[in-house]
């Protein structure tokens, strides 16, 4: 059974990764603030933000209230927190991603054309982060069984998000072949986004829009026991039973679930950059079995 997983690099010729997470919930779905303060002033920019239908899909996203009442809202504020949670991590290394383009059906990129099938990913040919936003409930819920709710779409983008990083610290030119396996390069590429998500995690209470508003409220022990939960859920593994197959880690691009938790909970638990580089990890720890 074929099924397109989030994540993919396109034009490197790697897979997707597979979602390990369910991390932030909109205000509606829990009760909580996404944004600061109730988030009324308009200091949030969905500038980065494009529809590839150009349906002026964003217009509308002006305040912290719209982003906690209104799921392309969230969307445009959870951008705005990598993209400041980076800018202060990276410092001068650091260049946002150009946009964040969500698509229905097809979409045209530098990398060459993409359809629903590909699932989300990102392109370094005009470092951009592409999002079929049907995928979450046709492919992620129906056909993986994965959780559902509109917190799971957050997670996707701190890992395409992740990527962007990855690219920006030349790491992308470690993978130059597509080698299979647990500790292949294209799987190291993926734990490494993973290990950033969690990084993202960590300090994603201290992002701050223009004016200096915290941009999100709340992020409980309860979500990220929820992202062990779906890790433990979802890996290569989990992929090939699910498929009707055996597990084979020779054939893995992805990692499996337990390299997904490992690496997530590696960047949140730590907060440390340095301890994300997946490149220089040992294959034990790449494997989890430190």
Not at 17 to 24: A, R, T, Y
Not at 138 to 164: I, K, S, T
Not at 168 to 177: E, N, P
Request: charged share 25%; glycine share 14%; with cysteine.
């Amino acid at each position: 059974m074929r099924i397109p997983i989030p994540g993919g690099i396109a034009g490197k010729g790697i897979g997707g990764i597979v979602l390990l997470v369910v991390l932030f919930v909109v205000g509606q779905f829990l009760g909580i603030d996404l944004i600061g303060g109730g988030g009324t002033s308009g200091v949030y920019s969905p500038s980065r933000l494009s529809d590839a239908q150009d349906s002026g899909r964003y217009d509308h996203c002006e305040t912290g209230a719209d982003a906690n009442e209104d799921h392309d809202c969230a969307r445009v504020a959870i951008e705005n927190s990598l993209t400041d949670y980076w800018d202060d991590e990276l410092g001068g290394k650091f260049d946002a991603i150009e946009t964040l383009t969500t698509f229905q059906g097809s979409v045209s990129t530098a990398c060459g054309g993409a359809d629903s099938s590909v699932g989300p990913f990102y392109c370094p040919g005009d470092e951009s982060i592409y999002l079929d936003t049907t995928f979450f409930d046709e492919v992620l819920e129906r056909q993986l069984g994965g959780p559902d709710g509109g917190f799971v779409e957050f997670y996707v983008l701190a890992h395409e998000y992740g990527h962007h990083i990855s690219h920006l610290l030349g790491f992308f030119d470690k993978v130059r072949t597509q080698d299979t396996g647990p500790t292949s390069p294209a799987v190291r590429l993926e734990l490494q986004a993973d290990c950033y998500a969690g990084l993202w995690a960590h300090h994603a209470t201290t992002t701050e829009d223009a004016s200096g508003e915290v941009l999100i409220l709340d992020l409980t022990r309860q979500d990220i026991d929820l992202a062990i939960e779906a890790a433990e859920a979802v890996g290569d593994d989990y992929i090939q039973k699910r498929g009707g197959g055996k597990v084979d880690d020779d054939l893995w691009t992805h990692g499996s679930s337990a390299q997904r938790k490992f690496w997530f909970l590696r960047g949140y638990e730590s907060g440390d950059l340095d301890g994300c580089d997946t490149f220089e990890a040992s294959d034990s720890e790449v494997l989890a079995r430190t």
